[in-house]
């Protein structure tokens, strides 16, 4: 379960990873610092309601509810930002140029969090309030017994996940990011408005990544601005694995890893009698994804490319 829970939190931040390299064929490498964005917001609403004493009186479902709207709203906006101030003017650039724009986004993300938290809090080391209904176990099983949050996890993520993939191959807009994605040019000369398509992929993108990254401080309550370095570094290797550009690689690769991490922690001591113990199964989830690499480059599921007439 704790596989699960960490996999579906991968799939979803590297699901801006692959709706951005899709239609851009670039890494937005600031998706990260945007899951740690949707976090804060999260974090900062259920500490208003607990200091005004509404937390506790008022459904928790609804509480849930308006926190996840509002960190995809703010994270999908602070992606189109991105987008149009950081991205657009360089698309006909180099791709390492906009790479190290990306990065440069990346550190002023931080520091700007950073500043206003500390400004507005004198700290920004942040701990998820509790919601008692999201702590209750739930028995899965004989052996089994999990807390409702990580039910919750698993549960959004697979919502979120499947409305994605109707979103993209079931809508007209869908129809057109994907004509984006396969001829940007032609796409325009159809009438397809090219840049409002890529700003609202950057949007999609973000709103993903801001679930997440509220899912991820219910679930593990303490957050900070240096908190999406590390899922988010994860979930790009996810999306690597799974195949870059295809959403259903995304999850999968995010299962994967997720899978691999939770068993080299539980079991990676037992294995090797001892020589090596839970701290080190990234070393571990990492020398696997390197041999599956190895043997299929481009991810499990392939990789979505654009086809372009000779």
């Given at each position: 379960?704790?596989?699960?829970?960490?996999?579906?939190?991968?799939?979803?931040?590297?699901?801006?990873?692959?709706?951005?390299?899709?239609?851009?064929?670039?890494?937005?490498?600031?998706?990260?610092?945007?899951?740690?964005?949707?976090?804060?917001?999260?974090?900062?609403?259920?500490?208003?309601?607990?200091?005004?004493?509404?937390?506790?009186?008022?459904?928790?479902?609804?509480?849930?509810?308006?926190?996840?709207?509002?960190?995809?709203?703010?994270?999908?906006?602070?992606a189109l930002g991105l987008e149009r101030i950081a991205y657009r003017p360089l698309r006909q650039a180099p791709r390492l140029v906009a790479l190290i724009s990306a990065i440069g986004a990346s550190f002023f993300l931080?520091?700007?969090?950073?500043?206003?938290?500390?400004?507005?809090?004198?700290?920004?080391?942040?701990?998820?309030?509790?919601?008692?209904?999201?702590?209750?176990?739930?028995?899965?099983?004989?052996?089994?017994?999990?807390?409702?949050?990580?039910?919750?996890?698993?549960?959004?993520?697979?919502?979120?996940?499947?409305?994605?993939?109707?979103?993209?191959?079931?809508?007209?807009?869908?129809?057109?990011?994907?004509?984006?994605?396969?001829?940007?040019?032609?796409?325009?000369?159809?009438?397809?408005?090219?840049?409002?398509?890529?700003?609202?992929?950057?949007?999609?993108?973000?709103?993903?990544?801001?679930?997440?990254?509220?899912?991820?401080?219910?679930?593990?309550?303490?957050?900070?601005?240096?908190?999406?370095?590390?899922?988010?570094?994860?979930?790009?290797?996810?999306?690597?694995?799974?195949?870059?550009?295809?959403?259903?690689?995304?999850?999968?690769?995010?299962?994967?890893?997720?899978?691999?991490?939770?068993?080299?922690?539980?079991?990676?001591?037992?294995?090797?009698?001892?020589?090596?113990?839970?701290?080190?199964?990234?070393?571990?989830?990492?020398?696997?994804?390197?041999?599956?690499?190895?043997?299929?480059?481009?991810?499990?599921?392939?990789?979505?490319?654009?086809?372009?007439?000779?």
């Amino acid at each position: 379960m704790d596989g699960l829970v960490l996999g579906f939190m991968y799939a979803l931040i590297a699901l801006g990873y692959t709706m951005v390299y899709g239609v851009l064929e670039f890494i937005n490498f600031a998706h990260s610092e945007v899951f740690m964005i949707g976090a804060f917001i999260g974090v900062e609403i259920l500490l208003m309601l607990e200091s005004s004493g509404h937390l506790a009186t008022l459904n928790p479902a609804f509480i849930l509810f308006i926190v996840l709207m509002a960190g995809m709203l703010v994270s999908g906006l602070v992606a189109l930002g991105l987008e149009r101030i950081a991205y657009r003017p360089l698309r006909q650039a180099p791709r390492l140029v906009a790479l190290i724009s990306a990065i440069g986004a990346s550190f002023f993300l931080q520091d700007l969090v950073r500043l206003v938290e500390s400004l507005w809090r004198n700290s920004f080391y942040l701990t998820y309030p509790a919601i008692d209904a999201l702590e209750t176990p739930v028995s899965l099983g004989a052996a089994v017994t999990v807390p409702v949050k990580s039910i919750l996890v698993v549960a959004t993520a697979l919502v979120m996940l499947f409305g994605l993939n109707f979103f993209v191959h079931r809508t007209r807009v869908g129809t057109a990011i994907r004509a984006v994605a396969q001829d940007p040019d032609t796409a325009s000369l159809m009438g397809i408005p090219v840049n409002r398509i890529v700003a609202l992929t950057f949007f999609v993108g973000g709103a993903m990544g801001g679930a997440a990254g509220v899912l991820f401080g219910i679930h593990y309550s303490l957050i900070n601005p240096y908190t999406g370095f590390t899922p988010g570094l994860k979930a790009f290797t996810a999306a690597v694995l799974g195949g870059i550009g295809n959403i259903g690689g995304a999850v999968l690769g995010g299962l994967v890893l997720g899978l691999l991490e939770a068993l080299a922690g539980s079991y990676l001591s037992m294995l090797t009698n001892g020589a090596f113990g839970a701290e080190y199964k990234d070393v571990f989830a990492f020398a696997v994804l390197i041999l599956i690499l190895i043997f299929r480059p481009k991810g499990l599921m392939g990789e979505r490319v654009r086809e372009e007439a000779a």
